[in-house]
């Protein structure tokens, strides 16, 4: 019948027991050996023999040359070793260098100590152990080792401190998580309170020649005032939509797939076709163009964006080209060029803040890029632009890019 080893957990309550049991057995076995090199045949000595087998944790004596020279079955299922090969060993079997110098230590210093090392069985396997090492001062015996299969305690240790690890990961991503939500939320708040001041203004200001007209019965001027007063509420309008999809994004990106970049490129050109052609724009495409992970509506939205931006900027461009397309250098970036008019340096840092026009008499609200960064941003990806005046714009970004396994796949 087997042996059942005693694992870590077991410890507190037989290891005062045990202490008791290999006390006497020392002083029975001792005798024994010094009689006769294998322990005395008596009615005591075979008592206590059978004790020694059946205990549930690895024991073993050295002697002088530090060779085991008996060993319990807890002890050779413990190290993998059978009892013949233990005893052919010069080293303790279970101990490697490390733990040999350290249960020489033990031994030299005289005081009974303890240590956790690894035990590495023939079968390859690694089991961690906590040994006592308990020196004699006489006789034969030099030393009593026991040995404690620790295994499981340790793999729990082990399972606890992952499990922890991960929870504090997760801690951290929602705190840094959140702590962006509040830094987006207060950009938000300033840049609402900051660029809806003007039109809120103007409606302010006409609201009293409104009434002076109306007054005077000028209806002419009536009309006047309430057309630039509805201008002002539109654009209001606008800009308080445009943040709100701004603030949206994040909760829409849930959704993303595997689609080629050229297919995200073709729709944003099918929306784009009145513009295009109203203008005489030729564009050019690249034709190796990669599959990407992104949420297909969104990222149409940032063609969408780049293409009316680069149209509106055209300038008076007589030959008005776009071309989109990516470069490989380490990473995959896309971009998005044309032959405009280009951007003075002054302008470059502001371009992706909310609601910035470099023209405040152009169309729209100056949100375009502010999208655009925003989709790319929480694509994990980063935008930026490259423009000398007079010399056209080029907006590069990144986007997670499928591998050529998942190409393949794909296909």
């Not at 087997?2 to 006390?23: E, M, V, Y």
Request: hydrophobic share 35%; with cysteine; glycine share 8%.
């Amino acid at each position: 019948m087997g042996c059942r080893c005693w694992k870590q957990d077991d410890l507190p309550t037989f290891w005062l027991g045990a202490r008791f049991f290999i006390f006497w057995w020392c002083v029975y076995f001792r005798k024994g050996l010094e009689m006769d090199g294998l322990g005395g045949h008596g009615a005591p000595d075979d008592i206590f023999r059978r004790l020694f087998e059946s205990l549930p944790v690895g024991v073993a004596y050295l002697d002088r040359e530090c060779r085991v020279v008996i060993a319990n079955p807890s002890f050779t299922s413990i190290t993998g070793l059978d009892a013949e090969e233990i005893s052919r060993t010069e080293d303790p079997p279970f101990a490697d260098r490390e733990a040999r110098s350290r249960i020489l230590d033990i031994l030299n210093s005289g005081n009974s100590s303890s240590f956790e090392h690894i035990c590495t069985r023939p079968d390859g396997e690694r089991v961690h152990l906590r040994t006592y090492v308990h020196p004699l001062s006489s006789g034969p015996i030099r030393a009593q080792i026991v040995s404690m299969d620790i295994t499981e305690g340790k793999e729990k240790e082990e399972m606890l401190r992952s499990s922890q690890r991960t929870l504090e990961k997760l801690v951290a991503d929602r705190t840094s998580e959140l702590k962006s939500k509040n830094e987006e939320l207060e950009w938000l708040l300033y840049t609402i309170s900051h660029d809806l001041r003007a039109p809120l203004l103007t409606i302010s200001g006409f609201l009293g020649f409104l009434r002076e007209d109306m007054r005077a019965g000028n209806s002419r001027r009536v009309e006047e005032d309430l057309r630039v007063i509805e201008t002002a509420v539109n654009n209001i309008n606008e800009m308080l939509e445009d943040t709100l999809k701004i603030s949206r994004i994040g909760r829409i990106l849930a959704s993303r797939e595997r689609v080629p970049f050229a297919d995200i490129v073709n729709e944003a050109l099918t929306l784009t076709r009145e513009k295009l052609v109203s203008r005489g724009v030729d564009v050019v495409i690249d034709g190796d163009l990669p599959v990407v992970h992104a949420n297909r509506l969104r990222a149409v939205e940032v063609l969408v964006n780049l293409i009316d931006n680069s149209v509106k900027y055209m300038g008076d461009q007589r030959s008005p080209q776009i071309h989109i397309g990516c470069k490989k250098n380490g990473e995959t970036v896309f971009y998005v060029r044309d032959n405009g008019m280009g951007i003075d340096p002054k302008h470059q840092s502001n371009v992706f803040r909310l609601f910035y026009k470099i023209d405040s008499r152009s169309e729209g609200t100056g949100a375009g890029l502010a999208l655009v960064k925003k989709i790319i941003e929480t694509h994990g990806g980063r935008v930026w632009i490259e423009s000398e005046p007079g010399k056209g714009c080029t907006v590069l970004f990144t986007l997670p890019v499928a591998s050529k396994e998942e190409n393949t796949d794909q296909k």
